[in-house]
């Protein structure tokens, strides 16, 4: 049985979903009722899985999930809002969030993106065949994906995990092309519009941070994908 920590101002709908999860999906779920009710749980506990509501009293979900980010990085964070502005899904993506859910929703959509997600997690617990390069020269910079920096005569920048894992395939790919659905397919594991967004304003700020070595460029490669260029 997988644990779940449901966040959720709405008494009614927090306690709808629980009900309904422990009984169709068969989860333990523990229901907060805003932001610092939810992070206290979620460092009392392991959890499997979080379900943050945006716009909650004392602590939002963005700023609650960007907590529970620094404490794993690895736990899966559906997000649900009643919002459904592009600008919202790019923040959700790039706080480490891993689905977004806008409501009113389906509570059988809910289960499904829960199961999907598990069912993603489990898949990349099992052991490749091979390591994976972790450490990368990008022109002056040093690119540690297990930590997620970029180091820089002596400076450091952190990513989020998002940007982190674009960076990893495109030093994958060094001077070759990532196309733009298998960057979508491998991180979001789906290449609908709105990650395609999402995935541009990720790249934008990897161009930021790579500025400093005109050596370095990330290019668009014209209805393909994208080049991690390195003179």
Known sequence: MK??????????????LQDYLQLKGKFDVVLCTDGEEGLKSFNKQ????????????KKDGFTLGKEIRKINQHVPIIFATAKAMME?????????????ITKPFRIEELLLRINALLKRVANAEIPDAGPQQTQFEIGNYIFDYTTQMIHLNGQQQKLSTKEAELLQLLC????????????LLSIWHDD????????DVFLSK???YLREDPKVEILNVHGKGYKLLVN
């Open 3 to 16: 644990k779940v920590l449901l966040v959720e101002d709405d008494p009614n709908l927090g306690l709808l």
């Open 46 to 57: 392991a959890f499997d899985l979080c379900i943050l509501d945006v716009m909650m009293p």
């Open 88 to 100: 919202d899904k790019a923040s959700a993506y790039d706080l480490g969030g891993d689905d977004y």
């Open 172 to 183: 994958l790919k060094k001077n070759a092309v990532l196309t733009r659905e298998e960057a």
């Open 192 to 199: 609908n519009y709105f990650n395609g967004r999402s995935m």
């Open 206 to 208: 990897l161009r930021k």
